[in-house]
């Protein structure tokens, strides 16, 4: 009995001593802190020049497409030359000519990139302008005619595919140029390969409203199954735009490696 007295005392003591170092520490000012103590001057920030006007690419971007070639940065999925096209400055992709990658591989990045569907409207649902704009050949964010074209609302435009919708539909007119701001931390893994550390973390800016929040994905994008299944360990990948049988253009595509 006298000994867990004497436990039980220690303890109190130990905790009251804690709590007064906790005050000391959470104290909001000390006399002895001048403003400059909190100043950090070096190394100086990096400058950069913008671009010309929003959505232009600042000067670290490295820019994937501008208009004109498409052979310098883009290959078909063996690393052929692609069979889409270039016409009026976008990049038209074909039905049946499979995907487009960029020839560089990217990890951490910020993805800016404009795409147009179809003014002539055919089709309905996932049918209607679908493509794809894959981060790291992996990680899916639909590009679709979400304009009066109801479809589920986890694989509308804006929505990273089968695994978050939108946070809302600012979809333009089909016809209209449409922009993505893309922000993409790419996964770490776990020794066991198949699972993540950290998760592939996306944000999105459909037209220059948030639409994806620093989500984090459960797993590779997939038509069939549940993501969590097919996690495998990879390193970093191309940009990958989807040729999904509509002719869906895009243009002014940049990226910064983070
Ligand atoms: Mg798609």
């Known amino acids: ?20 170092a906790q005050q ?26 913008p671009g010309e006007k929003p959505g ?7 820019v994937l497409f501008n208009g004109n070639d498409v052979s310098a940065e883009w290959t078909d999925n063996d690393g052929k030359p ?37 003014s002539e409207v055919s089709g309905e649902s996932q049918g209607r ?11 899916e964010i639909q590009v679709l005619d979400s304009y009066n074209n109801r479809t589920y ?24 140029w449409q922009s993505y701001d893309i922000i993409y931390t790419a996964p770490t893994f776990n020794s066991d390969t198949v699972t993540y550390y950290t998760p592939p973390k996306v944000t999105v800016l459909h037209n220059g409203v948030l ?8 797993g590779p994008t997939v038509y069939i199954g549940v993501p969590e299944y097919f996690v ?10 989807q040729d999904h049988g509509n002719p869906v253009a895009y243009r002014n595509i940049w990226i910064r490696e983070l």
């Open 153 to 176: 609302r986890n694989g509308q435009a804006g929505s990273l595919y089968k695994q978050y919708a939108p946070l809302v539909n600012v979809s333009r007119k089909p016809g209209e």
């Open 56 to 62: 232009d690419a600042p000067t670290d971007a490295i």
């Open 82 to 118: 692609s069979k889409w096209v270039v016409e009026n400055g976008a990049l038209l992709s074909v039905k049946g000519a499979g995907v487009i990658k960029s020839k560089r591989k990217f990890t951490n990045f910020q993805l800016h990139i404009e795409w147009k569907t179809p």
């Open 232 to 241: 495998k360990k990879h390193g970093p990948g191309s940009v990958v735009l």
């Open 129 to 139: 302008g679908n493509s794809g704009v894959f981060l790291q050949e992996q990680y």
């Open 24 to 49: 000391a520490v959470l104290k909001p000012v000390d006399e002895k802190i001048t403003p400059g103590m909190t100043e950090v001057w070096d190394p100086e920030v990096k400058i950069i020049q």
């Open 211 to 218: 639409v994806q929040n620093n989500v984090s994905l459960r």
């Open 1 to 20: 009995m006298k000994k867990l007295y004497a436990i039980s005392l220690i303890l109190l003591l130990c905790s009251s001593t804690f709590l007064k």
